[in-house]
């Protein structure tokens, strides 16, 4: 039986009734009562809202005119779009801006002396050093002939000018008031390759057989062998010799011993007064000291270390320090040499929960073999089925299958290794079980090293995990071997290789986005280190791989 939902409504009543009730509500309409609660006079002042009267005291009511409404609606109209206009400016403003303060408006202590503490260097000797913290402070009281930005165009310094004259020759033209003479290459050059392969700068000049002098602004250059990024190379440290030299650059070197290293400020605009390094036997007698605010900063690479700062309030931000996992595959391999097999394997590897699984305090995404490239891979299980489906491939029993010159064969990789790396084997477990969920069987070979090489020597592998380091210079000459893969790698190579220095950068840029088109490998992940800071400090938002003291001017403590 049907339920009336308002009863009343189908109430009987008489003709006299209803007479009435017209009445009574003809008399509401005009008189009606603002403090009625009821939905009915609700309705009849929505219905009045644009004819309304105006009553001045028991003056008779008169009615707005036409025009003066449409005035008054206009702008009404246009108060709302100027109003909707800066709601919507501010809503697009970056959240730092609207509701932050930038680090320009950091008003930061005059003169401070800035303490950094690091815990089992190899040697505080400038010349010989390897640690990454201690030799780019030490690179601030050099000059430079150029610097290389996060794009990897080339910013020149002292240098006005380079040009390739053949593989092996290069022109070099100083800037006439750098500071800098061809003298002073030449002396740095020679310094560097006496002190031998301790330098951590060996690496840059041992390919330079030769400087001719041409005059005081101008050399050439002759190397042993070719390098299309030998402009890359060029920023090793050029010692100061005179007193007009060590005046120009930002610190001067004041002290050095086992255990202390300070640096004074010079010409640079700075806060700092000074910057001292100060060299711990163990992490917990440096994690103490900072805990009691003696120094100001310190590096972290293992949970172990920032475990002991307990509840001390700190600041953090990460850089990569250089050491990255990635998986190259053999391009003779009949399943790696098919672009949708190396796309399908890109796709299903879920990285970030990769790094989760294996170090998700010290590691990050990392693509291809760039540092600062801004390329990257998506993980996408929907994309991964339907680059193989699309190209023939069919899963069976589970296993992606394709018709291989009248035969079925299975998409099946081995898998490469070092068994001795934990880390490794922790992420080729991973990577098997993400590939197979997908229908990509592998096959993961741990090896011991000379099995290892023997494998990539012969071939007789698909895949293989490896640990590459990679810094800011954009070289990987050392991966070209597992990289070329095809056509197409080869000719973005080979422009490279053949690059005149002013389109050294832009055929650069060109090989990292063949290298991604065309998967020639895939990166895993990069290790990164906690740069570890107390509250009141500032100045590290702009952390770089190997340059964590982006601009010294910027870090400082913040007044109060």
Request: with cysteine.
């Amino acid at each position: 039986m049907a339920k009336i939902i308002d009863e009343r409504r189908y109430k009987k009543t008489t003709r006299k009734e209803i007479e009435s009730h017209k009445k009574r509500r003809s008399t509401s309409r005009k008189t009606i009562n603002y403090n009625q609660n009821n939905e009915e006079s609700k309705k009849e002042k929505l219905d009045m809202s644009f004819d309304f009267y105006i009553k001045n005291n028991n003056k008779k009511s008169r009615k707005i005119p036409t025009f003066l409404k449409i005035f008054v609606l206009v702008g009404c109209i246009i108060g709302i779009s100027f109003a909707s206009k800066r709601i919507v400016k501010i809503e697009n403003m970056p959240i730092v801006n609207v509701f932050s303060n930038n680090d320009e408006t950091v008003n930061l202590v005059p003169n401070y002396d800035f303490k950094i503490g690091l815990y089992s260097i190899d040697t505080t000797n400038e010349n010989t050093t390897n640690n990454i913290i201690l030799s780019e402070v030490l690179g601030t009281t050099y000059m430079r002939l150029l610097k290389i930005n996060n794009d990897y165009t080339i910013e020149y310094e002292a240098i006005d000018k380079i040009q390739k004259i053949d593989d092996l020759n290069y022109k070099i033209t100083l800037k006439l008031d750098c500071g800098i003479k061809v003298v002073d290459i030449m002396n740095s050059i020679q310094k560097i390759k006496n002190i031998g392969t301790q330098n951590p700068y060996y690496n840059l000049v041992e390919n330079i057989s030769d400087i001719q002098r041409i005059d005081s602004l101008n050399c050439n250059v002759k190397l042993t062998t070719a390098n299309p990024y030998f402009p890359y190379t060029l920023i090793f440290p050029i010692y100061p010799e005179s007193s007009e030299q060590k005046a120009m650059v930002g610190f001067n070197l004041i002290s050095t011993t086992e255990q202390i290293v300070k640096i004074l400020r010079n010409n640079t605009s700075s806060k700092l007064n000074t910057v001292t390094i100060s060299n711990y036997i163990d992490a917990n007698s440096m994690v103490n000291d900072f805990r009691n605010d003696k120094i100001d900063m310190f590096v972290a690479s293992s949970d172990s270390i920032m475990q002991l700062i307990g509840k001390h309030d700190y600041s953090t931000k990460k850089y990569r320090d250089g050491e990255t996992v990635f998986l190259f595959g053999n391009k003779n391999s009949i399943h790696f040499s098919k672009e949708e097999v190396r796309k399908a394997i890109a796709y299903s590897i879920n990285r970030e929960k990769l790094i989760k699984n294996v170090n998700p305090s010290f590691g990050e995404v990392i693509d291809i073999p760039y540092i600062y490239s801004p390329i990257q891979y998506k993980y996408d299980i929907y994309g991964a089925d339907n680059v193989l489906l699309s190209n023939g491939w069919k899963k069976i029993g589970g296993v992606y299958t394709k018709n291989y010159d009248v035969e079925n064969i299975q998409l099946e990789m081995n898998l490469i290794l070092n068994e001795e790396d934990k880390i490794k084997v922790q992420i080729a477990s991973n990577i098997k079980e993400m590939l197979e969920g997908m229908g990509i069987k592998l096959n993961v070979i741990p090896l011991n090293i000379n099995d290892l090489n023997a494998r990539l020597e012969t071939g007789e592998y698909d895949l293989v995990l490896a640990s590459v380091y990679v810094n800011e210079s954009p070289d990987i000459s050392q991966m070209y071997n597992y990289i070329d893969i095809n056509e197409a790698v080869d000719n973005a190579i080979k422009n490279v290789n053949n690059s005149q220095v002013e389109d050294l950068c832009s055929n650069i840029q060109n090989l990292q986005n063949v290298i991604s088109n065309q998967v020639a490998c895939i990166g895993i992940m990069a290790r990164n280190t906690n740069v570890v800071y107390q509250k009141y400090i500032t100045g590290f938002e702009d952390t770089r791989y190997m340059n964590i003291f982006n601009e010294f001017k910027k870090i400082g403590k913040i007044a109060e």
